[in-house]
């Protein structure tokens, strides 16, 4: 299994972002599909989460009205967009793969994981 993610990089406040997780190695579309973050200093936490159908998606309160998670099956590929970027958005973005999972946020769903994007907002 392996998911790549990309899309990171430098932006000011009030930007938008869109990252993506390429997966290889499993029938994606099986899979939900969810976004960490990690600062540093701090715990990774949930951002978003899509179930395996895409019928269904999740978000941490920090995350809502602002990113919007998203995926192709036909890429292998999932999405996350992010607007109204603020400096407390900076981290570390992974993305990570649950076997018919709902998309929720709980880290120990998840088996698979990506090497991590880095995001930095700008005051």
């Known amino acids: 299994v392996q998911l790549v993610e990309s899309g990171g990089g430098l932006v000011q406040a009030g930007g938008s972002m869109r990252l993506s997780c390429a997966a290889s190695?499993?029938?994606?579309?099986?899979?939900?599909m969810a976004w960490f973050r990690q600062a540093p200093g701090k715990e990774r936490e949930f951002v978003a989460g899509?179930?395996?159908?895409?019928?269904?998606?999740n978000y941490a309160d920090s995350a809502k009205g602002r990113f919007t998670i998203s995926r192709d099956n036909t890429k292998n590929t999932a999405y996350l967009q992010m607007n109204s970027l603020a400096p407390e958005d900076t981290a570390d973005y992974y993305c990570?793969?649950?076997?018919w999972g709902a998309g929720e946020r709980h880290i120990g769903d998840y088996d698979d994981w990506g090497q991590g994007t880095q995001v930095t907002v700008s005051s």
């Open positions: 990570a793969a649950d076997l």
């Open positions: 899509i179930s395996w159908s895409g019928g269904y998606s």
């Open positions: 190695g499993i029938d994606f579309s099986i899979y939900a």
